[in-house]
T-cell receptor, first 115, second 113 residues
Framework: DTGVSQDPRHKITKRGQNVTFRCDPI?????LYWYRQTLGQGPEFLTY????????KSRLLSDRFSAERPKGSFSTLEIQRTEQGDSAMYLC?????????????FGEGSWLTVV | GESVGLHLPTLSVQEGDNSIINCAYS??????FIWYKQESGKGPQFIID?????DKRQGQRVTVLLNKTVKHLSLQIAATQPGDSAVYFC????????????FGTGTLLAVQP
């Protein structure tokens, strides 16, 4: 499978615990995005990497959230001191930067439930 | 109509009919648009895209129409099949920027056999 891969697919955690999600983008895609989606809503942009550089962060990304892409390949999204409001699906997407049109492909998402 | 929480706009069609899903986008500077299909519990799946220098683009059984004057997109699905049942989202972005996608309100397509 050469699509965007996310792990774990599901995570249940107690409030106050830290969680980390991993994303492996499509090989050679230099752009990587994290989105959050709650039930009944469209995905909302969280952050964006071009290679290893994090170039934009949404105001949705509080101080408890941190994302990395250390070698410009896989990325991790960590949520510290989780709150019930963090319960959502966290989606990773990747694309190849080109001005002719940057088709953006999503992974299957990581479901987070904070209890 | 408006979607609030779990109440997505719903389009119900008979199998074999054509479906038209509409979307209004917000940013006049957006120049690249994508339609995604999302099945329950899965991530958005790319269907078709269109750049702002085009009015129409066709794929296999799908056509996207873009009207920049009124900032409107539509997705036409020919000969709708039960497997087409899903939530459909349009997304807009600006090429040359971060390409972060802004998603519209989804539409639930329900195909009746």
């Amino acid at each position: 499978d050469t699509g965007v891969s996310q792990d774990p697919r599901h995570k249940i955690t107690k409030r106050g615990q830290n969680v980390t999600f991993r994303c492996d983008p499509i090989s050679e895609h230099n752009r990587l995005y994290w989105y959050r989606q709650t039930l009944g809503q469209g995905p909302e942009f969280l952050t964006y990497f071009q290679n290893e550089a994090q170039l934009e962060k949404s105001r949705l990304l509080s101080d408890r959230f941190s994302a990395e892409r250390p070698k410009g390949s896989f990325s991790t999204l960590e949520i510290q001191r989780t709150e019930q409001g963090d319960s959502a699906m966290y989606l990773c997407a990747s694309s190849l930067a080109q001005f002719s049109g940057n088709t953006i492909y999503f992974g299957e998402g990581s479901w987070l439930t904070v209890v | 109509g408006e979607s609030v929480g779990l109440h997505l706009p719903t389009l119900s069609v008979q199998e074999g009919d054509n479906s038209i899903i509409n979307c209004a986008y917000s940013n006049s500077a957006s120049d690249y648009f994508i339609w995604y299909k999302q099945e329950s519990g899965k991530g958005p799946q790319f269907i078709i895209d269109i750049r702002s220098n085009m009015d129409k683009r066709q794929g296999q059984r799908v056509t996207v129409l873009l009207n920049k004057t009124v900032k409107h997109l539509s997705l036409q699905i020919a000969a709708t099949q039960p497997g087409d049942s899903a939530v459909y989202f349009c997304a807009e972005t600006e090429l040359g920027a971060t390409n972060k996608l802004i998603f519209g309100t989804g539409t639930l397509l329900a195909v009746q056999p």
